[in-house]
């Protein structure tokens, strides 16, 4: 298994500019999340989901949209990029307590980005 | 939301040396889980704890639910214990289906 995997590991855009992060995972989890780390901070929630086609919101989602098409793929989308959007991404999958499954979290190696 | 408080924020150790790290929660939860966040960057997981004493070589968890706190003990440290500590937890009661995280203990291990 490779776990979860995240593309691209490091990107620069300019202001106004709109990227998507890209997030895949190959264990059949059902949750999924997109967390931003800012410098000598902690995790904070920008959107998750609880299965295909089933997104919500987290702490912080202004200026980020979410899909959940397959099971397997969970991108972010940047829509106009600011420099407040600077921060290291990362996305991270479990299973659900539903599916009776531990819900252990694995995270990605993260998306380095820098907003000019 | 439920509010998540890891202490010390701040640790610095001589190898060999023994810690305990805390996090405290302010509402019962459902799942409580201590990460682990090299100077790379890479997050791991160590632990799901939500109730409870789990062990792992030198490291191990307790989780007293009732009381709303965990704690992460360190034996033996090692210079490659370094980074930072994540406690992060699920309100059993609110409808937010992710885990909250605290801001984290930096702890620096010396040889």
């Known amino acids: 298994n490779a776990g979860v995997t995240q593309t691209p590991k490091f990107q620069v855009l300019k202001t106004g500019q709109s990227m998507t992060l890209q997030c895949a995972q190959d264990m059949n989890h059902e949750y999924m999340s997109w967390y931003r780390q800012d410098p000598g901070m902690g995790l904070r929630l920008i959107h998750y989901s609880v299965g295909a086609g089933i997104t919500d919101q987290g702490e912080v989602p202004n200026g980020y949209n979410v899909s959940r098409s397959t099971t397997e793929d969970f991108p972010l989308r940047l829509l106009s990029a600011a420099p407040s959007q600077t921060s290291v991404y990362f996305c991270?999958?479990?299973?659900?307590?539903?599916?009776?499954?531990?819900?252990?979290?694995?995270f990605g190696p993260g998306t380095r980005l820098l907003v000019l | 939301g439920i509010q998540v408080e890891q202490s010390p924020p701040d640790l610095i150790l001589q190898e060999g040396a023994n810690s305990t790290l805390r996090c405290n929660f302010s509402d019962s939860v459902n799942n409580l889980q201590w990460f682990h966040q090299n100077p790379w960057g890479q997050l791991i997981n160590l632990f799901y704890?939500?109730?409870g004493t789990k062990q792992n070589g030198r490291l191990s968890a307790t989780t007293v639910a009732t009381e709303r706190y965990s704690l992460l003990y360190i034996s033996s440290s090692q210079t490659t214990d370094s980074g930072v500590y994540f406690c992060?937890?699920?309100?059993?009661?609110?409808?937010?289906?992710?885990?909250?995280f605290g801001s984290g203990t930096r702890l620096q291990v010396q040889p």
């Open positions: 991270a999958s479990s299973y659900s307590p539903v599916a009776g499954g531990k819900e252990t979290q694995y």
């Open positions: 992060a937890v699920k309100g059993a009661a609110t409808g937010r289906r992710a885990l909250t």
């Open positions: 704890i939500p109730s």
